[in-house]
């Protein structure tokens, strides 16, 4: 697996220099994925016997982070969707955007996230997998603004990284809750187990991953930026959609559905979000006009019925769950890709324009049919049978479910014909440009994955044997009967269908007739939909940092001093006060005279350079204050610290008048409130300071290494004065530094002394 990652990746990275300096020919990057497609198809006849494939490399064994790979029914079965459409997004990129200043550019960021893609479907540990997961997010933020000259685009790429990354962050803190609940980080372990509610943080860990997993595959309330990543070019709206980054979050809640499978607020949320997505994007895609849109809008239904079905849970939902992902990907990259080609023949994507185009175009009108078909749930086509299965999974379920998936399949219909109907039937209309068809390297990938689209219909063992039913196994977490057919005979399910194509037909004529209550949904939906309150949200943001950016960041030092020190030394006193107590150490305190007298010396001198506005005054205070120090240090036995204190006081002072002397002089710019602020902060600053020195003396992780001075001051520095011996023998690197201080201070005095003097004698 790793050698897939490498090889796609060092495509990623000659890919510039292939379109731009070697001017070689932009398909044959297209060999390298279906090179990656051959090789993971070398594995399946291991995994189809039931295997399972572990590989792993140690990345940071220190936090529990391998490079571990995990390959099985489910996760080969991606890995052969994005390799294999992969190769011809790639191939159709390669005619989509043909001598595009930026195409090296664009596959540089394309094969980068196919490279994410495959390794977040292919990870075994959970962190690892949070890596790829957001680098998907940051490759799709690249390749959705790639057009990054307009606004427009900019702004609606930031919209999906915000809402992705957002989940992801979240996403992160359940994958932590997950890997300390198991024990584990691997997937293959976790798996295996089955999370129980003993845990109080079980719940919190699923609506984290669940929440992680929704903003991801675009599920409702999160679902309006999908189809606003439809301002990317062509390819990347075809490789988004059908296999790859919106399919990740389902992907994530197919794999752990073993463990979470009896989790009553998992399967919950899936069935409550999968129905109102399905059934929202659904009445979406019929509402709008925008060909990429419609189909993005039919995405996020189809995203919706894979989550209804992992939390409906039976058999039928199981196989349905992944029957219905693979006809997905098939026919939704056909049809985004055949979008592309008449968006890029005729210069339009709006519906109500096209018309007639089956002359001009009449392969792609003939796949289109079968695409649309497919989407549409109609027989021989594979499509068919994960919309049996969906319905059979539908009818075992409450009748509010089974209701919502007809209504969502009745409008999914209309969609359909209407895209068979409204742009290839009629007579031709005046477009932006004169209609061709696509050129066979835009028409490549559409040809071979609705072939295999029929043939799987047709012949569903194939599907069933080849992919299905190991993935179906995987999700399941353990074996079960798979059997895929085309025909089971009229039951219910198929009456249903047969209900919903009727419905769909009739949308489709009034698809016209339609259009002001569509405009009337899409302007109602833009001022009180979910998108709008994300606008709001970002509106609220951005009015926020300006309030914040006016009141603290103001450029006024004193109010930069002030945030750092509340909020470097509130939560010291919080924690000191939950771990220590309110102080106690006043009643403990029994000063002396002297000391009284010292106290009172620094609290005058403190207070009289506050208050005095006076320059040299100030420095007088400041240098009784210095002093009053020395005299403690003297008080309690350490004369060496007192004279150090008390030359660094006197050069201190010296420097303050020579540099005072020719500023001006003080002036006031804080009003009363402000200097009571002031002093209110500093007090606070200098009580917690306090405590936190007083607490400190209480606490003794190691022996104190006192003894060790006083047993050999003598014998290995030959001195009866500790402290001497101290300064000179073993802290000596110390005292050294202490005399540079020194001596560098008094070159600085000395240099400004003869200065001023030559500068005196000059003026003079």
Not at 259 to 272: C, I, K, M, N, V
Not at 534 to 542: E, H
Not at 570 to 598: D, H, Q, R
Request: aromatic share 12%; hydrophobic share 55%; proline share 4%.
């Amino acid at each position: 697996m790793l050698v897939v990652l490498i090889a796609i990746v060092a495509t990623a990275c000659i890919a510039p220099l292939w379109t731009h300096r070697w001017q070689l020919p932009r398909s044959w990057l297209a060999t390298m994925p279906a090179a990656c497609f051959v090789l993971c198809l070398s594995w399946w006849p291991e995994v189809n016997a039931g295997a399972v494939i572990l590989q792993s490399w140690a990345w940071m064994p220190s936090i529990g982070l391998s490079l571990s790979f995990f390959i099985d029914g489910l996760s080969l079965l991606f890995l052969l969707l994005i390799t294999g459409i992969g190769t011809f997004i790639a191939l159709y990129a390669s005619s989509y955007l043909k001598n595009h200043t930026d195409e090296g550019r664009f596959l540089f960021w394309l094969f980068l996230f196919m490279a994410s893609m495959l390794g977040l479907v292919a990870s075994d540990n959970l962190l690892a997998m949070f890596v790829f997961w957001e680098l998907t997010s940051i490759t799709s933020y690249m390749l959705i603004g790639f057009h990054h000259e307009s606004e427009k685009s900019r702004k609606l790429a930031l919209q999906g990284l915000f809402i992705t990354v957002g989940g992801g962050l979240l996403l992160m803190t359940g994958f932590i809750m997950l890997g300390s609940l198991a024990g584990t980080y691997e997937l293959s372990e976790i798996v295996q187990l089955s999370i129980t509610d003993q845990s109080p943080f079980v719940d919190a860990m699923l609506v984290f991953i669940l929440i992680g997993a929704f903003t991801k595959s675009a599920q409702f309330p999160f679902h309006f930026w999908l189809p606003n990543a439809m301002a990317a070019p062509t390819p990347v709206s075809a490789f988004l959609h059908s296999a790859t980054m919106v399919k990740a979050g389902v992907f994530l809640m197919a794999r752990l559905h073993p463990t979470f499978a009896e989790q009553s607020l998992w399967s919950s949320a899936q069935l409550w979000a999968g129905a109102a997505t399905m059934l929202l994007g659904a009445w979406m895609a019929y509402i709008s006009t925008d060909l990429k849109k419609v189909l993005a809008y039919s995405t996020v239904m189809a995203l919706g019925t894979l989550t209804l079905l992992l939390g409906i849970g039976t058999e039928y939902a199981l196989i349905g769950f992944v029957s219905y992902l693979l006809a997905h990907s098939l026919y939704k990259a056909s049809l985004f890709m055949l979008a592309g080609g008449i968006d890029h023949s005729t210069g339009t994507k709006d519906l109500a324009r096209l018309q007639g185009l089956r002359v001009a175009m009449p392969i792609t009108f003939v796949l289109t049919i079968v695409g649309a078909l497919s989407l549409a749930g109609l027989p021989p086509l594979f499509g068919f049978i994960g919309k049996e299965l969906l319905l059979e999974a539908g009818l075992g379920a409450d009748l509010w479910v089974i209701t919502t998936v007809v209504l969502a399949a009745a409008l999914v219909a209309g969609v359909s014909l209407t895209l068979i109907v409204k742009p290839f039937l009629g007579s031709p209309v005046s477009l932006p440009k004169s209609p061709h068809e696509a050129s066979p390297a835009m028409l490549a990938g559409p040809l071979v994955l609705l072939t295999l689209a029929v043939l799987f219909g047709l012949f569903p063992f194939l599907a069933q044997e080849g992919l299905v039913r190991t993935a179906v196994h995987a999700v399941a977490g353990f074996e079960m009967g798979v059997t895929l057919k085309l025909w089971h005979g009229v039951n219910t399910a198929l009456v249903l269908s047969g209900l919903s194509l009727l419905a769909g037909a009739l949308l489709m004529v009034l698809w016209v007739r339609s259009r002001p209550m569509a405009q009337l949904t899409l302007r109602w939906s833009e001022r009180y939909g979910p998108e709008s309150g994300y606008f709001r949200m970002m509106a609220g943001i951005v009015g926020f940092s300006a309030w914040q950016t006016r009141i603290i960041q103001n450029g006024r030092l004193g109010i930069y001093m002030i945030v750092l020190i509340l909020a470097t030394l509130t939560p010291v006193a919080w924690v000191l006060v939950e771990s220590v107590g309110w102080p106690g150490w006043f009643a403990t305190l029994n000063p002396t005279i002297y000391e009284w007298a010292m106290v009172a010396l620094m609290l005058v001198s403190t207070a009289f350079a506050v208050i005095t506005r006076s320059r040299f005054a100030s420095i007088i205070s400041l240098g009784a204050l210095g002093f009053s120090v020395a005299l403690i240090f003297v008080h309690f036995s350490a004369p060496d610290l007192g004279i150090t204190q008390v030359l660094v006081e006197t050069l201190t002072v010296l420097l303050l008048v020579l540099v005072l002397i020719r500023v001006p002089g003080f002036a006031r710019f804080s009003s009363k409130a402000e200097v009571a602020r002031d002093a209110a902060v500093a007090l606070f600053a200098g009580f917690v300071l306090s405590w936190v020195v007083l607490a400190a003396l209480s606490v003794q992780w190691a022996p104190s290494i006192a003894e060790y001075f006083v047993e050999n001051s003598y014998e290995l520095g030959k001195g009866r004065n500790i402290v001497n011996v101290i300064l000179v023998d073993f802290r000596a690197l110390d005292t050294l530094g202490e005399i540079f201080v020194l001596a560098i201070a008094a070159l600085g005095v000395y240099s400004m002394l003869k200065l001023r003097g030559g500068s005196d004698r000059g003026e003079t």
